[in-house]
């Protein structure tokens, strides 16, 4: 018999709602239950994706022995920490401060005020590598909760105040300035791994966020070493076994410090993010492999990601059936040398395996490989590798294939809408402008409510009932943004305005321009989450100052200028010290140093071929975080379009930087050199 997860919009919680297992949804009423029992909360997040989650639920949550104890002496609480993102950092906050570390499945327990006692991730059934068994747990907390109910109490209080005190120091409310971009170059650079590109060791997550700002810090300083950087890094990336060689998009992270194996769940944000990435990386240098990610990266996600309702899915999954019914990591994209010879006969097997690096020990388990475009000096026929691709794809097609969390997360689809505006914009893609523009529609329609708040999540056409968090409105502002300037349509400036202020009413601390990641009217949790690091995805905190920036560009709006550079503060703070963490921070801190410059491109009509070349040219300009309007002279969608008239009845570009503006250009070329020194 279903649980009460049966009702549930999350993939994720709809997988629990078979379970034996009791489960509440995060409420106030499972709480009430908790205090009418006289019993703790056995509090369980994960996400759909998650390989380890599965294993956990299959272990532990499907077996009735199990769930009948925790049925007696719990109330069990599910949380999708894709929807609850607030939920899922104040408790992993208390989970890293009592263990060093954490993960998912996050296990934490409770008392009946949502107040933290024991912690721990995954639980195996039974004792293994030092590891307690999560039968073994669940005893030990039973029997403390029974016997030794004030010293848990004491414990719990004793982690909320600790929590409290945990305050940011945020560097006071002073943007950085050179010297701050250059530390953090400088610290980059020594955690660099100048053989493999990327930073830091294994396992190596793509690092999109910093090479934005490591791109946006060339176009600023003419920095070379900040463009090699980025140039190596997307390249071993994009040869590497982390990106899918036949279907294009990115796996979430390398477990390897050479990216040959992934850890293949498939998520919007990570393609999201290195789809704007390449795109950025080829305006910069014009380099095909990047022209070619890019590309494959956005066909990916229309193709894979894209739900019937026009907005993109969440996450696909690692695990698949390998074809013998066992779910299994990587099924769907290893290949043998034998399932080489199957796909593609004798003759093209095996330049085939020498050219994706498959090999007869195999790069993964079970004698498998992961395709990979290895360093050789022999030389393919392009042709014949578009041949072999193409029936790979084919082959790899009939395979069963990984599960898809439909959930529809507002801030991801934000960055899905950026990355595909621009990239069908430099690329001459109006299909991928149309697919941004759907997902735009979708979060006005299903996600935006009469105030302009936003709500977190939807699943087939019906939003959840989740509140937007700090992340949704930053990402999605700066969706609309960028969508703003591909199509020349104000209405999306409009809406990224709606959204900024309730940026500046309910998530911006007053007195010290800080920013919390839940707005001052949402839940009270035992501590309100505030992280200004991009892991990840960009920071609530980072998206939000990006957004500010770039709307205060576009209309000339003094406080969102000003509270973008307050909230810049904290990465003056951390920029130097922790530059991995806060790539998006400083990407946006690059921008505010270049001014951002601000550029309006008038003419006749939008449909004029001239009008077209000069947009175009503003568009591949690398000035950090430019903004673009354009629109026919008599038009006032834009506020920067005012004023601005045709130059002897021709298309013009006006280029304004720190209340300056330059004489009109009307020659395309010369506005992109402009616009990129």
């Not at 006071?172 to 955690?191: H, I, K, M, Y």
């Not at 991995?580 to 004029?608: H, I, K, N, Q, T």
């Amino acid at each position: 018999m279903p649980n009460r997860l049966a009702h549930e919009t999350s993939p994720y919680l709809l997988q629990h709602a078979d379970n034996p297992v009791d489960w509440w949804p995060w409420s106030e009423e499972a709480f009430e239950e908790a205090r009418r029992s006289g019993r703790p909360v056995l509090l369980s997040v994960g996400y759909s994706s998650c390989h380890w989650c599965h294993v956990m639920a299959h272990e532990s949550f499907e077996d009735e022995a199990t769930a009948d104890f925790l049925n007696t002496h719990f109330v069990s609480v599910k949380v999708d920490r894709e929807e609850r993102p607030d939920v899922d950092a104040v408790y992993m906050e208390a989970v890293q401060a009592a263990t060093g570390q954490g993960g998912w499945p996050m296990t934490v327990f409770l008392t009946p005020d949502a107040e933290p006692f024991y912690f721990g991730t995954y639980f195996p059934p039974a004792p293994r590598h030092g590891m307690p068994s999560f039968q073994q747990v669940l005893e030990g907390v039973r029997s403390a909760w029974a016997d030794r109910r004030d010293e848990v109490a004491d414990v719990a209080g004793k982690i909320v105040r600790d929590l409290a005190g945990r305050e940011i120091s945020y560097g006071g409310t002073e943007a950085p300035g050179e010297q701050e971009l250059a530390q953090a170059l400088l610290g980059l650079t020594r955690e660099y791994d100048p053989q493999r590109g990327g930073f830091g060791g294994a396992p190596k997550f793509p690092p999109s966020m910093v090479i934005e700002f490591l791109l946006r810090h060339h176009a600023r300083t003419g920095a070379e070493g900040a463009l090699q950087m980025a140039r190596d890094t997307c390249e071993r990336m994009a040869r590497g076994g982390i990106y899918d060689q036949l279907g294009g998009g990115f796996a979430r992270y390398s477990v390897d410090r050479d990216w040959v194996i992934p850890h293949f769940e498939k998520m919007l944000y990570d393609n999201a993010l290195l789809c704007r990435v390449y795109a950025h990386l080829w305006r910069a240098t014009g380099s095909d492999l990047a022209r070619r990610v890019a590309l494959e990266t956005a066909d990916f996600m229309v193709r894979e990601l894209r739900t019937e309702q026009g907005g993109f899915a969440s996450a696909l999954d690692a695990d698949s059936d390998d074809g013998t019914g066992r779910h299994v990591e990587g099924a769907y994209y290893v290949w043998t040398p034998e399932q080489l010879r199957e796909a593609l006969g004798d003759d093209d097997a095996e330049p085939a395996a020498r050219y994706f690096g498959v090999t007869e020990e195999g790069t993964f388990e079970e004698g498998a490989s992961v395709l990979q475009l290895p360093q050789r000096d022999e030389v393919f026929d392009a042709g014949w590798v578009a041949s072999v691709r193409a029936r790979l794809l084919e082959r790899r097609a009939g395979r069963p294939a990984p599960g898809r969390d439909d959930k529809v997360v507002a801030a991801w689809n934000g960055l899905a809408i950026a990355a595909l505006a621009e990239t069908g914009a430099y690329f001459d893609r109006p299909d991928l402008v149309d697919a941004a523009l759907g997902a735009a529609d979708l979060l006005v329609r299903v996600h935006l409510d009469e105030q302009a708040r936003l709500t977190r999540t939807s699943k087939d056409g019906r939003a959840g009932a989740n509140a937007g968090v700090l992340e949704d409105y930053g990402d999605v502002a700066e969706g609309f943004l960028a969508l703003a300037s591909v199509t020349g349509e104000g209405v999306w400036l409009d809406f990224a305005g709606f959204l900024l202020d309730h940026v500046l009413t309910r998530f911006v601390d007053e007195e010290s321009g800080a920013l919390y990641d839940t707005a001052a009217d949402a839940e009270r949790l035992i501590r309100r989450p505030q992280d200004p690091t991009d892991n990840a995805v960009p920071s609530g905190w980072s998206a939000a100052a990006g957004a500010l920036l770039g709307y205060a560009a576009h209309t000339g709006s003094e406080p969102h200028r000003r509270a973008a550079e307050r909230a810049l503060g904290v990465v003056k703070a951390l920029g130097p010290r922790v530059p991995r963490f806060v790539g998006w921070g400083l990407a946006v801190a690059e921008a505010l140093l270049d001014g951002p410059r601000e550029v309006a491109v008038v003419g006749p009509a939008l449909s004029d071929e001239a009008t077209k070349a000069l947009h175009r040219a503003a568009l591949l300009g690398t000035a950090p975080g430019a903004v673009v309007a354009v629109g026919a002279a008599e038009r006032d969608e834009f506020p920067l379009l005012a004023g601005r008239p045709l130059q002897q009845g021709a298309p013009a570009a006006y280029v304004c930087r720190n209340f300056t503006c330059d004489a009109p250009i009307t020659d395309p070329e010369r506005l992109r050199e402009t616009l990129s020194s």
